[in-house]
Structures are given as C-alpha cells and as structure tokens.
C-alpha cells in the first residue's frame, strides 16, 4: 500500500501527542511515493474530473 507525505502531513495534523506512536506504526505499512511532476499532473486530471461531483475532496486529497 502506498500513501503520500501530504495525507501523512494531515494525519499528523489532527493527532494528539499521544497518538503518535499509533500514528507510526500504522504508517510503517505503508510505502511513502515520492511526489513529482506526473503525480502532480494525475491528482490535476482526477480533481478536474472528480471535483465538481465530491465537493468535499480537497486538491491534496488526490495527492
């Protein structure tokens, strides 16, 4: 499974301090994809298509 520093910047962003060691081990499952300019150009492309019907999706939620 993978997950991007984005989605990991936002669970760290809502977690309380004692949290965080949970917060670590549920992320050493995943692989962390390095973002560059094609991931850019796909999380464009799927929040241009995608946006419109799930209002609530926020740009680095396809990220």
Known sequence: ???????IAKVYQGARKKEFEEIEK???YFEVIDIDAQIGY????YANRFAKAYHTILLEDFL
């Open 1 to 7: 499974m993978f997950i991007s520093p984005i989605v």
């Open 26 to 28: 549920l992320l050493s």
């Open 42 to 45: 796909k999380a464009g492309m």
